[in-house]
Each structure stands twice: as structure tokens, then as C-alpha cells.
């Protein structure tokens, strides 16, 4: 028998819940970030990157944020284990990207705060939030009848 969304979060521990909760929060403002950037500025909107390799992945944020939230909101492991990398590669995508910084006023970096306290939030719980995830067996049903 296949649970439905409702039941899915339902049968889910109430940390987990508080967990996938947080991901779909924390990437649905990140899809609103890129989304605006590109509304505004198009597909150059991250030019101030000299990397093409990092402006590419910065606008696929726009298909890869909205996938994690479609997956994470279903339950289903790949949304936990898809947020894990993509926020392991956005932290690091940044950090790069944003590394002259370092050296040319550091408190620029402070900026960066949010997304860093979130991607260390989702790679540390991925784990056990996947393993909770499989854990987790729909309530059996009693057929029989006369």
C-alpha cells in the first residue's frame, strides 16, 4: 500500500519532520534568491563570477532548489541525499567564487552566514534524516472480512 503525501510526513518522527520542514524552508528561499537574480539580470545575472562553470551551476539553482523542495516534500530519500550535494556545492561554489574577498575586506563574507549555517545544518542531518526515512513502514492493514 502507497502512503499518501499527508501520511508520509504523518508516520515520520516529529524531529524528521522538523528537519524536512527546515530543508523545504531554507531551499525555497534559495529558488526565490536565484529566481529574482535571474529575473533581474538574466542569464548573466552571476557575470561577477569570472568562472563559467560557477555561473552555470548558479542558474541551474533555478531547476536544482525547486527539484530538492518537490522531492523533500514527498519524503523521499533522493530530495535528502539531492539537498546534501547541492548544498555541499553551493557552499563550495561560494566560498570560491567569493574568496577575493578574503583577502580584500573579509566582513563581505558575513553575507555568506546563512547559507554556510544551512548547508552544514542539511549535510550534517542527510544522514540520519535518510536513515529515519527508510526506517519508517506504512501502518500494516488488516484485510480480512467476511
Same mark, same amino acid.
Given at each position: 500500500?502507497? %502512503?499518501? =503525501?499527508?501520511?508520509?510526513?504523518? #508516520?515520520?518522527p516529529?524531529? *524528521? @519532520?522538523? +528537519?524536512?520542514? $527546515?530543508? &523545504?524552508?531554507?531551499?525555497?528561499?534559495?529558488?526565490?534568491?536565484?529566481?529574482?537574480?535571474?529575473?533581474?539580470?538574466?542569464?548573466?545575472?552571476?557575470?561577477?563570477?569570472?568562472?563559467?562553470?560557477?555561473?552555470?551551476?548558479?542558474?541551474?539553482?533555478?531547476?536544482?532548489?525547486? %527539484?530538492? =523542495?518537490?522531492?523533500?516534500?514527498? #519524503?523521499?530519500?533522493?530530495? *535528502? @541525499?539531492? +539537498?546534501?550535494? $547541492?548544498? &555541499?556545492?553551493?557552499?563550495?561554489?561560494?566560498?570560491?567564487?567569493?574568496?577575493?574577498?578574503?583577502?580584500?575586506?573579509?566582513a563581505?563574507?558575513?553575507?555568506l552566514?546563512?547559507?554556510?549555517?544551512?548547508?552544514?545544518?542539511?549535510?550534517?542531518?542527510?544522514l540520519?534524516?535518510?536513515r529515519?526515512?527508510?526506517?519508517?513502514?506504512?501502518?500494516?492493514?488488516?484485510?480480512?472480512?467476511?
Amino acid at each position: 500500500m502507497r %502512503l499518501g =503525501v499527508r501520511e508520509r510526513w504523518g #508516520v515520520q518522527p516529529v524531529w *524528521v @519532520r522538523w +528537519a524536512l520542514g $527546515v530543508y &523545504v524552508v531554507g531551499f525555497l528561499v534559495g529558488t526565490r534568491a536565484h529566481v529574482l537574480d535571474l529575473a533581474r539580470d538574466g542569464v548573466h545575472a552571476y557575470a561577477v563570477f569570472s568562472q563559467v562553470p560557477l555561473q552555470v551551476f548558479f542558474v541551474g539553482l533555478v531547476v536544482l532548489d525547486p %527539484l530538492v =523542495v518537490v522531492l523533500v516534500a514527498f #519524503v523521499r530519500r533522493e530530495g *535528502v @541525499r539531492l +539537498a546534501g550535494v $547541492v548544498m &555541499v556545492l553551493d557552499v563550495c561554489a561560494n566560498a570560491w567564487g567569493n574568496r577575493h574577498w578574503l583577502r580584500d575586506d573579509p566582513a563581505q563574507l558575513l553575507r555568506l552566514t546563512p547559507l554556510v549555517l544551512f548547508g552544514v545544518f542539511v549535510v550534517a542531518s542527510a544522514l540520519p534524516v535518510s536513515r529515519a526515512i527508510a526506517r519508517v513502514r506504512p501502518p500494516t492493514t488488516v484485510s480480512g472480512g467476511p
